[in-house]
């Protein structure tokens, strides 16, 4: 059973930065994908950003620019690191894994004031 713990949320003023973290139950060296989604108040859920084994990132065009995916697999861990924070990525992050089937942490708050 994969288990994904996200942790670094919290509440930060708008420019302002947080890191999140996503520390995995399974070596993620044999993970092609892993990745950060988001879900708003009263939105669907959204891609925020990919990276692949091979270290190939995709980024929604909101993030752009602003937030860096990486993962480190010695420490089974995807990072999250967001700056020039906006009011609009207030939202609950989830961490995703694609091994076989898709797999879900169970998110962590970011709040942004402005």
């Known amino acids: 059973q994969v288990q994904l713990v996200e942790s670094g949320g919290g509440l930060v003023q708008a420019g302002g930065s947080l890191r999140l973290s996503c520390a995995a139950s399974i070596m993620i060296f044999q993970v092609n994908t892993m990745g950060w989604y988001r879900q708003g108040p009263g939105k669907q859920r959204e891609l925020g950003a990919t990276i692949t084994s091979g270290g190939s990132t995709n980024y929604a065009d909101s993030v752009k620019g602003r937030f860096t995916i990486s993962r480190d697999n010695a420490k089974n861990t995807v990072y999250l690191q967001m700056n020039s924070l906006k009011p609009e990525d207030t939202a609950v992050y989830y961490c995703?894994?694609?091994?076989?089937?898709?797999?879900w942490g169970q998110g962590t708050q970011v709040t942004v004031s402005s």
């Open positions: 995703y894994c694609d091994l076989a089937r898709g797999y």
